[in-house]
């Protein structure tokens, strides 16, 4: 049976990525995490070979791809699990009695199920498909926030948000009157904790914080976010899409309300993503979309409403989207999130410093604990100039002002480069990056 064969599929591929990690002190490489006391290594130069898109050359040079902040590449181990679902098993859930319906929809819950191990969610009914981290996060804000919130009520965000963490807000204070605060960060782009802590009052019914920011890789003190609101019974939403493909995310202990991430930055296809909900919040809001899969009767006076989770999945969903996200996460764990981490941070750290080396150069967001992300600007070009030259030299970073308006303002530069490093990446791409940032740097002078 199908079901079966994408599981196969998603072993193999798996047991390869196993081989790309070495553990030291005689340990097992462990998916999902490091044994105990054993340190594991990624072989990143394996890992490259599961990724078949960074063989390809860009104008006429390899690939350097650093903008896996933005999306990540596919493994093989997705491209063929989406491949083989459409191949063999495609057909609308849910709905039909024949062979093929009812084997997509095993793969379609099958990969609920992935992703609330990934998270450690206590249920199914928690792990909502969606298209994304903004679906998930204007989901919480129409269905949570709009029917409760109103004039004198107030959301807390903070000042390094995603505008995906801060519009759909804006759009509940526009519907109910309620007020946004913001709490700020220091010139690192940390976060003031004190100011934060400062900022609850009795006033706040929601708090939405990002667990790693998109323009400075700043990684939040979520604890301490989700301990002080929960102090005061204040519910805690945090945006993952730039934290999921960087550590374990653990949602019972964190003990999180929401917890919104991207396929697409997890090594898995775009459009779909996942909103975690704390069972007894979803229980208690309203669907946010009509339609069919979401009801369990329809009268033209009454319609009632599916149970959890399908309740909030409107129409068909994204089957094969959370098919290749479960073969993203099997693939992740198989690397283990520890090797991929602590290579990340190696990274992190060289690129860091040889940028540092570059005269004019000037690293925006220096936070103590950062992901493997670098935001800068070089002084005398526009970071679109830079962008365009490194693009020449067949290196990907992303220019702009990273969907991040405010952090831009608040650093006052208009837009910076931004560099991502991932589990395919290597020393040399550092090296390369560092090489032709110089080379930018000679041409305008
Ligand atoms: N950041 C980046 O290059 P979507 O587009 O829904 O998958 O994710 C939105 C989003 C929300 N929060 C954070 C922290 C994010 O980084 C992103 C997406 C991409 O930084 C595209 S702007």
Redesign the pocket.
């Known amino acids: 049976m199908a079901v079966t064969r994408h599981e196969a599929v998603t072993t193999r591929e798996a047991e390869a990525a196993h081989e790309a990690v070495t553990t030291h002190e005689g340990g097992n490489a462990h998916p999902g995490g490091t044994a105990a006391g054993a340190a594991t290594v990624l072989d990143a130069e394996r890992v490259r070979e599961d990724f078949p898109i960074l063989a390809r050359t860009v104008h006429g040079r390899p690939l350097v791809y650093l903008d896996s ?2 999306s990540a590449q596919c493994p093989r181990a997705v491209i063929r699990a989406v491949e083989d679902y459409q191949m063999r098993s495609h057909a609308n859930v849910h709905r039909g009695v024949h062979l093929l319906s009812q084997e997509a929809t095993a793969a379609y819950e099958g990969a609920r199920d992935r992703v609330r191990r990934f998270l450690n969610a206590r249920s199914t009914r928690e792990i909502l498909f969606v298209r ?4 998930a996060i204007n989901l919480v804000a129409q269905s949570y926030a709009r029917p409760r919130l109103g004039p004198g009520d107030e959301i807390l965000i903070t000042a390094l948000e ?1 505008h ?2 801060i519009v759909p807000w804006q759009m509940v204070r526009e519907q109910t009157g309620c007020s946004l605060a913001v709490a700020p960060i220091d010139l690192r782009g940390e976060l003031d904790l004190e100011a934060f802590r400062a900022r609850l009052t009795p006033r706040t019914r929601l708090v939405a914080v ?1 667990h ?3 323009a400075l890789g700043t990684i939040l003190p979520v604890a301490e976010i989700l301990s002080a609101a929960h102090a005061r019974g204040i519910p805690v939403l945090i ?1 993952g ?2 934290a999921v493909s960087h550590r374990g995310i653990d949602v019972r202990a964190l003990d999180c309300d929401f917890y919104a991430f ?1 396929g ?2 997890l090594y898995g296809p775009t459009g779909i ?1 996942v909103l975690y909900g704390r069972e007894s919040l979803l229980a208690e809001m309203p669907p946010w979309q009509g339609g069919g899969d979401m009801i369990l009767t329809v009268s033209f006076e009454r319609t009632t409403y599916n149970e959890l989770p399908w309740k909030f999945e409107a129409g068909t969903p994204n089957m094969s989207g959370a098919i290749g996200l479960a073969a993203a996460i099997d693939y992740l764990e198989a690397l283990g999130l520890d090797a991929v981490a602590a290579h990340e941070q190696r990274l992190l750290e060289e690129a860091t410093a040889e940028l540092r080396r570059i005269p004019g150069l000037t690293i925006i967001g220096t936070a103590a604990h950062k992901a493997s992300l670098i935001s800068f600007t070089l002084e005398g070009i526009h970071p679109h100039d830079l962008g365009t030259i490194l693009d020449s030299e067949g290196i990907a970073v ?1 220019t702009g002002h ?2 991040a308006m405010p952090v831009m303002e608040f650093f006052g530069v208009p837009a910076t480069a931004r560099a991502s490093f991932a589990c395919y990446n290597t020393r040399e791409d550092v090296r390369r990056l560092a090489s032709a940032v110089r080379k930018a740097r000679e041409v305008f002078r």
Do not use: I, L, M
């Open positions: 902040a933005a994304g981290t903004t679906e995603h995906a963490n990002a790693v920011s998109n945006d899409a730039q991207s697409h930055k993503g992303r990273h969907c």
